[in-house]
């Protein structure tokens, strides 16, 4: 069971605002299809920076500031050239906001600052209502599974870890819900919500696919049109039967190493990070079927998606890990796990001899019984 999941991508526009009632009317080319977001939050000083930027920016760009005065409202405004999705945040709030905005958008939004997706009223347009009743949703079910982590079995006890999966899984089917809704609706937030909170998951594979040909339709443009087209291709690139792309990444040492330089032998690929829990506490597992069949013709190649490489080491280290172990830098130009189209970890593709993906995220009981099967 996958218990991490991952997801984002890019639009553009730029421009700086000061505090409510402080800016002055702005003129110019393009300020009639603008948007204004005007505002207001409870538990915020004045002064209290309020910032939006575009979800879809893979820079994290902020695209327009404000400062609450003392009453803790705000207005944010501005250019805009085509509809999209943003974030409302704060350093008071662990929490951002989603909110669509089109050209000629006039939201309003009241909030408490420390926890703007829970508290959040957002009025002005069809599409902000749906993702705060979204985002209400997700924030639940990560609070009710936060609270059943520490009551997960452990995975040798099979019919309590069987019933805590079907509470997870009931949990997860609620948020879902609320975000294939706005999925598939009439807005340019469908998009959207496909890719951020549905694309993840297997079991959406076949709705994703019918809905990117509407979305192609109407919103070509959108990056996350373009997103879910991205991911069809690599699906297909990296679906069973097919030749495994190849990746070159650095060991521990330095030394880069090729996953194409490994044939002749099965390959278990092993996308993992140094702080994912269940990637963890599967070593051990994985250290048994490599003891096991490391002579009888396999191999391990695990890419770390890792963000800190200190902490890639130490977990090497800390767990026993004796195979192929190299380091996927979030900052390349091509991830290895966006070639392999990874979004949860930790996730597993077994290559035959010739390099060819022969079977994909398998764990557990299942992996071993496929190893036993080819490698007798």
């Not at 299809?33 to 930027?53: C, D, F, K, M, N």
Request: glycine share 6%.
């Amino acid at each position: 069971m996958n218990y991490s999941v991952i997801g984002a991508l890019l639009l553009s526009a730029t421009v700086t605002n000061e505090a409510l009632g402080q800016r002055p009317a702005a003129a110019g080319k393009g300020q009639g299809r603008g948007y204004e977001i005007a505002g207001q939050l409870s538990q915020a000083p004045a002064g209290t920076q309020v910032y939006l930027r575009n979800e879809a920016d893979a820079r994290r760009r902020p695209l327009d500031s404000a400062a609450t005065d003392a009453a803790g409202r705000f207005r944010l405004r501005g250019p805009l050239a085509a509809p999209g999705v943003y974030e409302l945040y704060s350093k008071l709030s662990r929490e951002n906001l989603y909110l669509p905005l089109a050209p000629g958008s006039r939201l309003q939004v009241r909030a408490a600052a420390p926890q703007l997706q829970a508290t959040a009223a957002v009025s002005g347009a069809p599409e902000a209502a749906a993702l705060a009743h979204m985002q209400r949703q997700q924030r639940q079910a990560m609070q009710r599974i936060e609270a059943l982590m520490p009551r997960r079995p452990a995975e040798t006890d099979t019919a309590a870890t069987r019933a805590f999966e079907r509470q997870w899984a009931a949990e997860f089917r609620a948020f879902q819900g609320a975000a294939q809704r706005v999925a598939r609706g009439p807005s340019y937030t469908a998009p959207f919500a496909a890719v951020s909170f549905l694309s993840s998951f297997d079991e959406y594979k076949p709705f994703l696919d019918s809905a990117t040909v509407r979305y192609v339709q109407q919103w070509p443009a959108s990056p996350y049109t373009q997103r879910l087209l991205r991911d069809q291709a690599v699906a297909r690139a990296t679906a069973v039967g097919q030749l495994a792309p190849d990746i070159s990444l650095p060991t521990p040492q330095g030394n880069a190493v090729a996953l194409s330089s490994l044939r002749g032998k099965y390959v278990l690929m092993d996308f993992w990070a140094s702080w994912c829990g269940p990637c963890r506490r599967e070593n051990p597992e994985l250290l048994k079927l490599y003891q096991a069949y490391r002579g009888k013709g396999l191999e391990l190649y695990s890419v770390a998606t890792d963000d800190k490489p200190e902490a890639w080491r130490k977990a090497i280290a800390a767990d026993g890990l004796t195979w192929t172990q190299v380091f996927d830098d979030p900052k390349a130009a091509q991830p290895a796990k966006e070639t392999y189209g990874i979004r949860a970890l930790p996730t597993t593709i077994l290559l035959d001899p010739q390099g060819r993906i022969i079977a994909k995220n398998m764990r557990g009981e299942a992996l071993a019984a496929k190893l036993a099967d080819l490698l007798p």
